[in-house]
């Protein structure tokens, strides 16, 4: 049980019981959480000579002060291993045209950066000519997930397209590839 607390005026909001492993529906869990569009990335590094990358949709800025992102990354990657160690990634947002890139690496292969247009950044990772924009990462923490690490890193550099001639970005909403189009008239921060 868990029992939530306004923390201005200490009053008890609510309890909440644990979905146990037999309540809890994977499928519908997965479709629900599918309504929720999110940006697509792929993480890369170095690992000894051989760069290594893997696509990722579960990114976000974490805070502007210090400059921090987090990332989930499946226990069951084969690519984590590699990445980890060294310390540092860089976290290459797609634009709309990668779809195809965004399925080469997230599967198994040898071969994934045959025919890829990258340079290194400051810090010896490989970033993608054309992605909308990359963020060079040092690991700060790595904490425990449930079948996922949440690795939150510091921003060490950011580089890609300045925002004027940036692409659109590549999206994944309900199991599928989509580019983002024009702005809602409404448009503004929130």
Known sequence: MFTYFNRCSNLR?????PMTTTTRDVAAFK???GHFPTGLTIVTAHH????VGMTLQSFMSLSLDPMLIALAVARTSTT?????????FAVNILAGH?????RRF?????NRFESVEYTTSRAGNPVFTDSVAWLDCRTHRIVDGGDHWIVMADVIEIGGAPDDTAEPALVFFRSRFHRTTTPHP?????
């Open 106 to 110: 997230a599967v198994r292969s040898e």
């Open 186 to 190: 409404e448009e503004g921060t929130p």
């Open 48 to 51: 000894g000579a051989t760069p």
């Open 13 to 17: 909001l609510e309890t909440v019981k």
């Open 98 to 102: 990668h779809h195809s890139l965004a």
């Open 80 to 88: 984590w291993p590699l990445i980890e160690p060294t310390g540092s």
């Open 31 to 33: 479709r629900a959480v």
